[in-house]
């Protein structure tokens, strides 16, 4: 059977993109590293609406965790696979440059462009030889797209996901994997919540932030069997906002 992986699909983006999956047949893991009640709530969630999930805690930065986790989760699903893969886990530590720690600066690296890393390169020996397709998307930003000051580590995480995801397009396709990304802007999440909103609002074109479903809508369609042909894709989610 096929799986999709969300990781940080306890809140936010990750939590609509779990939803918008289980709801088009898909059997959901939902990865989480601390948030276990709200990781449950999901789950539930979807098993109340008539879908199939499951529980999968690891901390994306550590590839020990990762092997661990992946490991356990193949030894009691002898014969399913992911087949989807979504790297949304991401965390913002938003400073100016020269007042910025080297603890900021690492953990927003560790989470978002490693933790794709590390997971990634781990479910790909198994989505590669299997020659079925599989599909990987990627969750970048507006940040990662033209920068945004006093986010100098997260955008340059961001930005260095979308060339990976480009580069890696190119690496799987032959096999019938495709990797994209979705950039979204100023989406209405918690990491969204300390912002000036009504200023930001003003500079989007639509006048609005934009809601974690409308992100999940493009990833689900990534992930379906309609985009089979669309692969190094960075899909802006942004509501008119450009450089």
């Known amino acids: 059977m096929k799986y999709a992986l969300v990781t940080g699909a ?140 006093g986010q100098t580590n997260y955008s340059a995480a961001k930005a260095a996901l979308i060339g990976a995801t480009k580069a890696l397009a190119q690496e799987v396709a032959a096999r019938q994997v495709t990797v994209n990304a979705v950039a979204p802007g100023f989406i209405e999440t918690d990491m969204t919540r300390d912002l000036p909103q009504d200023e930001l609002k003003r500079l989007v074109p639509m006048g609005r932030f934009g809601t974690p479903d409308e992100v999940a809508a493009a990833v689900a369609f990534l992930a379906s069997d309609a985009a089979s042909y669309i692969t190094g894709e960075v899909i802006n989610i942004n509501g008119g906002l450009y450089t």
């Open 10 to 149: 306890s809140r936010g983006i990750g939590r609509a993109v779990a939803l918008r999956l289980a709801a088009q047949g898909l059997p959901v893991i939902i990865n989480y590293h601390s948030n276990h009640e709200a990781a449950q709530a999901v789950a539930q969630e979807i098993v109340q609406a008539g879908g199939r999930a499951e529980l999968l805690p690891f901390d994306v930065a550590s590839p020990q965790a990762i092997e661990a986790a992946v490991d356990q989760w193949e030894q009691q699903h002898p014969d399913d696979h992911v087949a989807v893969l979504v790297n949304n886990a991401g965390i913002r530590r938003d400073n100016v440059m020269f007042m910025m720690g080297d603890d900021e600066w690492h953990q927003v690296l560790d989470t978002t462009l490693n933790g794709f890393f590390y997971l990634t390169r781990r479910l790909l020996k198994h989505m590669m030889p299997r020659r079925r397709g599989g599909r990987i998307v990627n969750i970048a930003s507006l940040s990662g797209v033209k920068g945004m000051p």
